[in-house]
């Protein structure tokens, strides 16, 4: 069974760090062409935020968090981790992390698109994050 589970969500000071994981189950992370990773604030549609191919070749990020966050995936420890740094109460919301695993149609290429999720076919049930003093 396909899945993923999130966690390291917490209350951050603005200005503030957090390193959210997320852990495939069930299948290793080398089973998803690509994880990425997603939030929703409160009232607002699920927005992308970052992204990272198996082969960590290709890794994308939203402008409202480039040069803050950094995505990246330990094969040993099958987790895929977003650092979060010089944190905003913008950046407040719940955090997803989605996959395109092997069993769904392989991308046309070595590239992932932020915000992208129609090929996405695991989900985590999200962790929360608070950026507020």
């Known amino acids: 069974q396909l899945q993923l589970v999130e966690s390291g969500g917490d209350l951050a000071q603005p200005g503030g760090s957090l390193r959210l994981s997320c852990v495939a189950s069930?299948?290793?992370?080398?089973?998803?062409?690509?994880i990425a990773w997603f939030r929703q604030a409160p009232g607002k549609e699920l927005e992308g935020v970052s992204c990272?191919?198996?082969?960590?070749?290709?890794?994308n990020y939203a402008d409202s968090v480039k040069g803050r966050f950094s995505i990246s995936r330990d094969f040993d420890t099958n987790t895929v981790y977003l650092q979060m740094n010089s944190l905003k109460p913008e950046d407040t919301g719940i955090y997803y992390c989605?996959?395109?695993?092997?069993?769904?149609?392989?991308?046309?290429?070595?590239?992932?698109?932020?915000?992208?999720?129609?090929?996405?076919?695991?989900w985590g049930q999200g962790t929360q994050v608070t950026v507020s003093s």
């Open positions: 989605g996959g395109h695993s092997l069993f769904s149609k392989p991308p046309a290429e070595n590239v992932c698109t932020v915000g992208r999720r129609d090929h996405l076919d695991a």
């Open positions: 069930g299948f290793r992370l080398d089973y998803y062409y690509e």
């Open positions: 990272i191919t198996r082969s960590g070749d290709s890794t």
